[in-house]
């Protein structure tokens, strides 16, 4: 059988349309929202030709296949790569890319490093710091939100928590760029992202030693973890790894995003900042509208049947958590940002044994920032034209120049 993008040559399931797409198209990638529309509209499930995969993107399919671990592993990779037939192209994830029951000791390590009263914990720092760079923005007037905000917070106070005893910005940025391209196809994302390999891998990996990791934070809990026979020295390291891999590139991701839809939708701020109890549920929102990671692969690990489909073992199925996240049948009028809807069961964090271990801290960072512009601005403007940035597994601002106004 013939191997596509490092998986097997699939045929079409019974009953499936053939859609000839590339998800990864950039203007796709940019602005999926039509493609997000088309793919519900197909079916449950399309045959997509240039890469021998099958896509879904409607909430009740990709929900069941993105959960069910037993028939639809990670362990073979949750990109278009499946390791059974490939090496990964770096030592794989023992959290994200294994499965039960090697996960669930992993799992509960990473857990109990991101506890609820773990990252509570940080509250106070993190308001603090939010604080001072909402002040120093609105000293400044017009800024670049990528860089400037949504960039400079997550990695001021990230490493801090992990307890990282030297910080890089830039690499810690480089390197979830590179994490989340190479889930995609050999396209130019993905070998540009490969390319910056020599300068930021290095590093990445020796920050994760016992050696460079101060003795509080999130690193001293998951060695506490070695220490105590839980887990070897190795998978200590590696699980510094996939905080350094998995926190970063999200955060920065969810905080621009929430940025840009409080400019984009100003009545939308004005009710928060007149309600601020509406901010979790705001920034819920802001996950189910812009689906931060817009699609993770899973793979078929035996014959199977969703809603009538016949899967084929080894098939690569694209779950398309930003489709599922406007699923019509699933939300009242899901085009539109409404800081007032309870969007329960979106899938922006994934969802069953894999569900994000670090939305605590995810959360914590987002209110910080959010609690500091809702008592210091009273306005948020474009100064210039919003872009996004192609990724091949993460939906991003490359570019955000916004105003912050005070009455
Ligand atoms: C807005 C921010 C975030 C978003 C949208 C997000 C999204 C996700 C999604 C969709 C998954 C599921 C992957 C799958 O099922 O294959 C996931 C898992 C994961 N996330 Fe997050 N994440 C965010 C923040 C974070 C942060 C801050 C950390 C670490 C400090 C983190 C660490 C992880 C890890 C380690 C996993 C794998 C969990 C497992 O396999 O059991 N994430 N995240």
Known sequence: ????????????PDGVPVWDVDPYDVNILQDPSDYYAELRSKGPFVFIPKYSILACGRHKETKEVFSDWERFVSSRGVGLQ?????????????????????????????????????????????????????????????????????????????????GLKEN????????????????????????????MGPTTVPWIVEQCSRKNLKDKGFGATIFAAADAGEINEEQAEKLVRSLLS?????????????????????????????????????????????????SFCRTANGDTEVSGVKIAEGSKILCVLGAANADETQWSDPNKFDIGRRPTGHLAMGTGIHGCVGQN???????????????????????????????????????????????
């Open 246 to 294: 998995a926190g970063v590139d999200t955060t920065v991701t969810g905080i621009g995003s929430a940025l840009w839809c409080l400019a984009s939708f100003p009545e939308q701020f004005k009710r928060l900042k007149e309600d601020p109890s509406l901010m979790r549920p705001a920034f819920e929102e802001v996950l189910r509208f812009t689906s931060p990671v817009h």
């Open 361 to 407: 801290l995810a959360r914590a960072e987002v209110a910080a920032v959010l609690t500091s512009i809702l008592n210091k601005v009273d306005k948020i403007e474009f100064t210039g034209e919003a872009v996004w940035r192609p990724n091949n597994a993460i939906h991003a601002l490359d570019k955000l120049p916004l105003i912050f106004k005070t009455a």
């Open 82 to 162: 499946d390791f059974e037939l490939e090496e990964p192209w770096r030592p794989r994830s023992i959290i994200l890319e294994v499965d039960p029951p090697d996960h669930a000791i992993t799992r509960r390590v990473l857990a109990r490093a991101l506890s609820p009263k773990a990252t509570a914990d940080l509250k106070e720092d993190f308001q603090i710091e939010a604080d001072k760079l909402i002040d120093e923005l609105l000293e400044k007037g017009s800024f670049e939100a990528v860089v400037e905000l949504a960039e400079e917070f997550p990695t001021t106070v990230f490493p801090k928590a992990v």
């Open 1 to 12: 059988m013939k191997i596509i993008e490092g998986h097997h040559e699939i045929d079409v």
């Open 168 to 195: 890089n910005s830039r690499a810690l940025v480089d390197y979830g760029a590179m994490v989340f391209n190479a889930l995609g196809p050999d396209n130019e994302l993905r070998r540009n992202a490969m390319a």
